[in-house]
């Protein structure tokens, strides 16, 4: 019997889900940081979103569509990221999982980023993808970053650790497809290049010089573009 694309990867997801730990939630915070306050009548957010009365929860909830079509590549990286996320999926909420779907143009990229608060297993179902991660620094500071890659297939499936920088780049002629699943309602994304060149305020410029040991007119020239995201 033949598998189809959409069935493969439903099989996937649901492996990817069904093999996490009996406990399937975020053990961590869910927000890159939640401050104090005296005040009774503010808002409370704590490590995710405020339960809905089940009385009024809908099938709706639970479902989201449009993971059938292709996400708009037409951005500087040529790739774009369509998430299930708590603010796009609001059944996901305490359920510890978020699935996305990634399109790539003909040498598309998603760049270097992280998931503070998830890992990923991701599955090629269209083109040609080199992906691969960078582990943290060693102890020894001599030793260099280690980059662990592979040139993935249709049906491929690789994994990216949390919190480490990973990438996935579309090395062949043609677009290509993938779907991945994070163990995390809210996995955060930092894309490298926009959070170092693009911060608001940005950072000083004689921080990166020193730090990349480049020209200041480079980091100039970076720090002046419009970096935005592909998500």
Same mark, same amino acid.
């Given at each position: 019997m033949k598998i189809s694309a959409f069935h493969f990867t439903l099989f996937i997801a649901i492996l990817a889900v069904g093999s996490s730990p009996a406990d399937a939630y975020d053990p961590g915070p869910l927000q890159d940081f939640c401050v104090a306050v005296n005040d009774s009548k503010a808002?409370? @957010?704590v490590n995710g979103k405020i339960c809905k009365d089940p009385k009024t929860v809908t099938p709706d909830d639970f479902f989201i569509s449009g993971f059938n079509k292709p996400g708009n590549i037409s951005n500087p990286f040529?790739?774009?990221v369509t998430h299930a996320f708590v603010d796009d999926l609001p059944g996901l909420n305490t359920l510890g999982i978020s699935i996305v779907r990634i399109d790539f143009a003909p040498n598309g990229?998603? %760049?270097p980023h992280e998931h503070p608060r998830a890992s990923e297993i991701l599955v090629v179902l269209e083109g040609t993808l080199y992906a691969g991660f960078i582990t943290t620094n060693p102890r020894n500071p001599n030793e260099k970053n280690k980059l662990f890659s592979k040139v993935l297939? %249709?049906?491929d499936v @690789?994994? @990216?650790p949390q919190g480490l920088i990973h990438f996935q780049y579309n090395i062949g002629t043609t677009s290509a497809v993938a779907i991945a699943s994070l163990n995390s309602q809210n996995p955060g994304i930092m894309t490298i290049p926009k959070a170092v060149f693009g911060s608001e305020p940005p950072v000083r410029a004689d921080v990166l010089v020193k730090s990349f040991d480049v020209?200041?007119?480079l980091v100039e020239y970076l720090q002046s573009l419009p970096w935005k995201g592909n998500n």
């Open positions: 808002a409370v @957010f040529g790739s774009r990229v998603n %760049p297939q %249709p049906g @690789f994994l @990216f020209d200041e007119k």
